[in-house]
């Protein structure tokens, strides 16, 4: 369940209280951490948009496979989606932010990331 979240959510920028809970939080973790970035900095920057907190969403999508090469892959998202499909709350609207979110991110490797974690996030939300 948490790698559906990860991968419909992408990193879902909510407040930091409960960071815990976070979608894939461990691998934030590990990745700010490789950037040099500290737990604090993290926190106030998950609400942000921040160039590096885009990095850190590349890193994190990296690790899940959902980015192959610096390149955002649709096959992997939707193949990731598929395989958990049972456990997807709203399959159907997932599906199509995935899609939708996947055609707006362009730019380099942080960029297209942090455009595709903050558009899978106002879709989910709204």
Known sequence: MKRVLALVGAFLLVSAVQCDDMPFWNEMVECAQGMGISLDQMKSMLTSKDAQMNC???????????????KLSLDSLMESLEK??????????????IHQCFDQASGDRCESAGQFAMCMQEHMQG
């Open 56 to 70: 850190v969403h590349a890193c994190v999508l990296e690790k899940i496979g959902g980015m192959v090469d610096g």
């Open 84 to 97: 958990l499909k049972a456990e997807v709350k709203d399959y159907d609207a997932t599906k199509a932010g």
